[in-house]
T-cell receptor, first 116, second 111 residues
Framework: AQTVTQSQPEMSVQEAETVTLSCTYD???????LFWYKQPPSRQMILVIR??????QNATENRFSVNFQKAAKSFSLKISDSQLGDAAMYFC?????????????FGKGTKLTVNP | NAGVTQTPKFQVLKTGQSMTLQCAQD?????MSWYRQDPGMGLRLIHY???????DQGEVPNGYNVSRSTTEDFPLRLLSAAPSQTSVYFC??????????FGPGTRLTVT
């Protein structure tokens, strides 16, 4: 069974600085998707970034980028120029791409605090 | 587009009561799913559907029923509520091979 581990229950960063959130996963599949979701206090789940496993290039979305290390099964999220609005729970998630599987496997989340 | 909508936002039930959580999407997505989120945990899949008339169980299906009579709607039924079903429920939808879009969630308390 696939598992996703986020080893940092809480992180904090100063406004305008950079922070990296860690995520590792375990799978025997070769083709899959990885996601980072943000959940602010409003509890809405917001997609931050996604990565297809077959792509070697790391995904970027504005201030958000990932470091995808397929062999190491690692998928970290880097937030540059942190803003107060980045404060939220961040969840790493995995989904296999074959067989029509609908199941997103989530980590337990990292609570990010942004200090002014 | 309204995206994925869920009703109600909050609900309190007594043990043994039944109710239906509503979910609708206006993006013509094939896939829809229900997740629950418990404190200190990520989301866990309850049931999902790959198209109208087709549903399947996820990781934690016991105590819940679903049906998918139209592409747009995917209601979740609690048959006989139990305190263990106290949770926040999220509905999600997606096109094939794309990421899930989540609704705003329903906070359910069972006393």
């Amino acid at each position: 069974a696939q598992t996703v581990t986020q080893s940092q229950p809480e992180m904090s960063v100063q406004e305008a600085e950079t922070v990296t959130l860690s995520c590792t996963y375990d799978t025997s599949e070769s083709d899959y998707y990885l996601f980072w979701y943000k959940q602010p206090p409003s509890r809405q789940m917001i997609l931050v970034i996604r990565q297809e496993a077959y792509k070697q290039q790391n995904a970027t979305e504005n201030r958000f980028s990932v470091n995808f290390q397929k062999a190491a099964k690692s998928f970290s999220l880097k937030i540059s120029d942190s803003q107060l609005g980045d404060a939220a729970m961040y969840f790493c998630a995995y989904r296999r791409s074959q067989g029509g599987s609908e199941k997103l496997v989530f980590g337990k989340g990292t609570k990010l605090t942004v200090n002014p | 587009n309204a995206g994925v909508t869920q009703t109600p936002k909050f609900q309190v039930l007594k043990t043994g009561q039944s109710m239906t959580l509503q979910c609708a999407q206006d993006m013509n997505h094939e896939y829809m799913s229900w997740y629950r989120q418990d404190p200190g945990m990520g989301l866990r899949l309850i049931h999902y559907s790959v198209g109208a008339g087709i549903t399947d169980q996820g990781e934690v299906p016991n105590g819940y029923n679903v049906s998918r009579s139209t592409t747009e709607d995917f209601p979740l039924r609690l048959l006989s509520a139990a305190p263990s079903q106290t949770s926040v429920y999220f509905c999600a939808s997606r096109h094939y091979s794309y990421e899930q879009y989540f609704g705003p969630g329903t906070r359910l308390t069972v006393t």
